[in-house]
């Protein structure tokens, strides 16, 4: 009985803690949500340290320009700063709605500063107010707890019915009938000659789930808004082309005439989605104070496992097919049964600050076939070998990638077939076609003793180098001769690595390429001729390892044995341990950079400040475990600084100085 009160009493809390979480108002068929963590950042640079920014007095004098005068910190907004504020993004099949959920800790102070001069209507303990910004409706509501701001974008597929088309008065043509049923668009194109408006029709906002009906005056205010569009009469009528006319000696206003029918009855169709829009968001953001919790985000287990309260920001969604079917609706709906996003699951993405620096991670769920795939090809590790030829205090960054190359080239052909080939229907026989012959051109084996798949790229330095090129100089009959000149070229010092087994094939291709003139031999190290690059290029071949590089130095101490790298632990550590991994020395990378090309002093002063002190700048990734594809980037911050953020604003500070 005391375990059955305690487990009562534990779901009572939580259910509790859920509720006041402003989540909770999120809609379960949100399918992508983004979680902005104001107290977390709060955490690590004090309110007054904020204010005393640059970011926080322009936000404060911002605050006094509207005519608050009593703003002198961000906290005097009204907003709760120790709670975490919601983007979110849903659809139904005729609209996308943009929400966005703040918390308020004083209410008042919001409405001095933002609603003093807006017509306020007032339903309950909800207020709102209306206004057009960059041409689209948005919808402002609050109560004594947080502040709702909605938008939505018409989706155009729903309005490509003519039954939907006339229950809204917008001019439709139905272009997929055009040749089979001439009447239907005659009968098409005579309504369009009238440029009318189908007077009664009704406004039927997409179904959310709302605990309260709509109050008579929101249906008026709908009604009016349309019937004010309804009444508009466009005066223009078409332009009859005479076919006699010579229209080629005036194109210009020919196309003006021609098009501004068009234009007329396009602009009429946008007018009406937009105004239907905005009155959907507005009874989208009622719906939004009156959300069950029993319908949340928060009963979704893929968002939960997102949310990660030490981050800034988080970014969560449900899967790839959902952004990809709202971002390119067009394209999405010609995909048939194509699989071009179905093997992707939900995506997290968190940016986080701490002692070291910035982080941003990421993790993306894919299918159980997706992951056999990758498990296959993402199976070996790094050359080891490679390391030998890494000099850690030299190197300025370094790039390592471990795949299988003949897994690659077994599953590519799949698919290729299984994502491409039913996403346009009418090459679904050749694509499929392709995937097998490529299957059966390709001696997977053969090529992966060329190349294994893994491979270093390390670049070791930048300098200036004066390179010759050709000009041309013409006399007054415009004949031209060639003159050499030179000019400077900023020039990398790298060395590529990558694995090979197949020391015959190898020797044939350096043999076909001397026999074309294109490559030069010094006693085994191969330099690249006719090359259009600004540099030189060698190339070597030891210990089953094919090397490519811009020094003859480096490539001699190769061939030499004489080449000894020191990899620092960390280093070792990076590319060892994951299967994509790089980095990049911010500090190395401001020493290298040509003085000239900062020609400044301050120009030179402020790159170093601004990168001098920088630590490195690294990625890792190792590869998939369980279902899970996951990476990780970094920004290393200087020591001096308790945090990242707090280093991010001494450099905001210092460039808000030099202006």
């Not at 969560?316 to 097919?321: M, Q």
Request: hydrophobic share 40%; proline share 3%.
């Amino acid at each position: 009985m005391n375990r059955f009160l305690l487990i009562t009493l534990a779901l009572l809390i939580t259910s509790t803690l859920r509720a006041q979480d402003l989540a909770s108002k999120i809609p379960h068929d949100a399918f992508a949500v983004v979680n902005i963590q104001t107290g977390q950042f709060f955490k690590l640079i004090h309110v007054k340290d904020f204010d005393r920014s640059a970011i926080g007095k322009a936000l404060v004098d911002l605050g006094q320009k509207t005519g608050a005068s009593d703003i002198t910190s961000v906290t005097d907004y009204g907003f709760d700063l120790n709670s975490t504020s919601y983007f979110w993004t849903s659809k139904t099949d005729s609209i996308t709605y943009f929400t966005v959920l703040i918390p308020l800790s004083d209410v008042s102070a919001f409405e001095q500063i933002f609603a003093a001069e807006e017509e306020i209507i007032r339903q309950g303990p909800v207020q709102q107010f209306t206004k057009t910004l960059d041409d689209e409706q948005v919808t402002f509501a609050w109560d004594n707890r947080m502040l709702c701001i909605a938008s939505g974008s018409p989706v155009s597929s729903y309005f490509e019915n003519q039954e939907v088309a006339d229950r809204y008065g917008i001019t439709y043509y139905d272009y997929g009938n055009y040749y089979d049923d001439p009447d239907t668009t005659s009968a098409a194109i005579d309504s369009a000659n009238t440029w009318g408006y189908i007077d009664d029709f009704d406004i039927a906002p997409p179904v959310v789930e709302i605990e309260a009906a709509p109050t008579e005056a929101t249906v008026e205010a709908a009604e009016e808004a349309v019937d004010s569009l309804a009444d508009i009469v466009y005066e223009d009528e078409p332009v009859e082309i005479d076919s006699t006319t010579d229209w080629w000696a005036d194109t210009a206003n020919y196309a003006v005439e021609a098009a501004s029918p068009y234009e007329d009855y396009y602009t009429k169709n946008i007018r009406i989605k937009d105004s239907l829009a905005g009155i959907w968001a507005r009874e989208y953001t009622e719906s939004v104070f009156n959300h069950s919790l029993d319908n949340s985000i928060l009963n979704n287990r893929s968002y939960l496992r997102s949310v990660k309260k030490d981050a800034l920001i988080t970014g969560w969604l449900s899967n790839l097919e959902a952004i990809y079917s709202t971002l390119l609706p067009d394209l999405f709906g010609m995909r048939g049964d194509g699989k071009l996003f179905s093997y992707y699951g939900s995506v997290y993405a968190g940016l986080y600050a701490d002692g070291e620096g910035f982080k941003l991670g990421t993790e993306m769920e894919v299918s159980d076939e997706l992951a056999r795939s990758f498990k296959r090809i993402y199976r070996p590790k790094l050359n080891r070998k490679f390391l030998k030829y890494v000099d850690s205090d030299r190197a300025v960054g370094f790039v390592g990638l471990a795949m299988d190359s003949k897994a690659y080239l077994e599953e590519l052909p799949k698919l290729m077939n299984d994502t491409y080939g039913k996403i346009f229907a009418q090459y679904e026989n050749e694509i499929s076609l392709g995937a097998e012959i490529i299957s059966l051109l390709l001696d997977e084996e053969a090529i992966a003793s060329v190349a294994k798949g893994d491979g270093l790229f390390v670049l070791n330095g930048i300098a200036e180098k004066e390179v010759a090129y050709t000009d041309y100089e013409y006399d007054e009959d415009y004949n031209y001769k060639e003159i050499e000149k030179t000019k400077m070229e900023t020039i990398p010092d790298f060395l590529v690595m990558f694995s090979s087994d197949n020391v015959n094939l190898y020797n044939r291709l350096v043999s076909y390429f001397q026999y074309k003139m294109l490559l030069s031999d010094d006693d085994g190290i191969f330099h690249i001729e006719q090359s259009e690059l600004p540099f030189d290029l060698y190339l070597y071949r030891r210990d089953n390892i094919v090397f490519l590089g811009t020094s003859k130095l480096e490539m001699e101490g190769v061939r030499d044995n004489r080449m000894q790298g020191s990899i620092s632990k960390a280093h070792r550590a990076l590319l060892t341990k994951n299967r994509f991994a790089g980095l990049m020395s911010a500090k190395k990378l401001s020493e290298e950079i040509p003085q000239e090309q900062l020609r400044s002093l301050d120009n030179y002063i402020a790159f170093h400040k601004l990168f001098g002190n920088l630590g490195d700048f690294y990625f890792r990734s190792n590869g998939i475990k369980g279902n899970t594809v996951s990476g990780e980037f970094v920004a290393q911050t200087p020591e001096g600084y308790d945090n990242a953020v707090q280093y991010l604003f001494a450099l905001i500070d210092y460039a808000a100085q030099q202006q």
